[in-house]
Structures are given as C-alpha cells and as structure tokens.
C-alpha cells in the first residue's frame, strides 16, 4: 500500500530589515521640500500684497469653511497652518519616496520625476481637493502655486537621491 505525503512550502519569506536611519532621513527630506514650497508661496504672497502669513491662515480656513481669512499673523491659524502643511508635505513626499526608491537611482532623473509629482499634485489639489473643501486656498497666486508645486518636487527628488547615496554607502557589502 503506498502512502502520499504532502509537504507543506515554506512559509518562510525574504523580508528585507528597514533601514531606519534611511526612513528617518527621508521624513527629512520630506519636511525640507515643504519649507522651501511653504516659504516660497509666503514670500511671493507678501510681495504681491496678500501678506506673508496668508498661505498658512488659508491652510487653516478649512476648519473655519473660509471664515477666517484675515492674513495677519495669529498664533493658533498659523501653527493649524503650518501643522496641515507639513503633514501634506510628509505624507505626499513619502507617497513619492515610496514610488521611486527601487526603480529610480538617478539625482537628474529623480529630481524630474519629483517636479512631474509636484505638477500632479498641484493638479489635484487645486482642481479637485481645495475647491472642495478650503475654498479660502483659491486666492493663492495660482501660477506661483504651481510653480512652488515644482520647487517641492524638485528640492523632494532630490533630497531623496541624496537619502539613497547615503544609504548604499552605509550598507555592509555583501560576498
């Protein structure tokens, strides 16, 4: 009488350890895009007469559906501003991050990739996210909107190129 015998595959997997330092300089990198687009955005609005603090005021509007509008500098708008910034700038730079960090190794190339990301984020976000629900964001200047749009990508890709040199430099070579 023969006997069959069923082996189980391996449940093992490959799981490649994370590199913490890696991620943590990415998250870096991530809040160093969105300062250069957020202080870009408040010195054009300055200069064209909306006021400095006015990018970061109409960030927090969307609690107040515009209410609140006054571009001076209050405190409590502009650090709900700068939170929901910097919180967009984190989550939208490691969306990125997390699309190009195998595939992609090139400096030029990532920072191109990083301003096509800009570009259709800003897509998103000025036609179909802020009309919805912070309408207060349309009296940003819309060209330079864009424009600071591509400065983050820019500053981004490359940030995440420097990340990815750093790493490789710091892994263990392998026989």
């Known amino acids: 009488m023969a006997t069959t015998h069923f082996t189980r595959p391996s449940l093992r997997t490959s799981v490649t350890p994370v590199n913490t330092r890696a991620v943590g300089s990415v998250l870096i990198a991530t809040m160093a895009a969105g300062m250069m687009f957020?202080?870009?955005?408040?010195?054009?609005?300055?200069?064209?007469?909306?006021?400095?603090?006015?990018?970061?005021?109409?960030?927090?509007?969307?609690f107040t559906r515009g209410a609140s509008i006054d571009p001076s500098f209050s405190l409590g708008p502009v650090i709900v501003g700068l939170g929901g910034h910097m919180m967009n700038s984190v989550i939208l730079g490691v969306i990125f991050a997390a699309m190009v960090w195998k595939p992609v190794?090139?400096?030029?190339?990532?920072?191109?990739?990083?301003?096509?990301?800009?570009?259709?984020?800003?897509?998103?976000?000025?036609?179909?996210?802020?009309p919805t629900i912070d309408p207060a964001m349309t009296l940003l200047n819309?060209?330079?909107?864009?424009?600071?749009h591509l400065v983050f990508g820019m500053v981004l890709g490359l940030g995440v190129a420097?990340?990815?040199?750093?790493?490789?430099?710091?892994?263990?070579?392998?026989?």
């Open 38 to 62: 957020g202080m870009l955005q408040m010195i054009v609005e300055a200069v064209i007469g909306h006021g400095f603090w006015s990018p970061l005021r109409y960030i927090a509007s969307v």
């Open 105 to 130: 190794h090139n400096p030029i190339v990532l920072a191109m990739a990083g301003m096509m990301w800009g570009a259709i984020v800003y897509v998103v976000m000025w036609w179909a996210v802020i």
């Open 142 to 148: 819309a060209p330079w909107f864009f424009v600071s």
């Open 162 to 175: 420097v990340v990815q040199r750093v790493s490789q430099r710091q892994q263990p070579a392998t026989a």
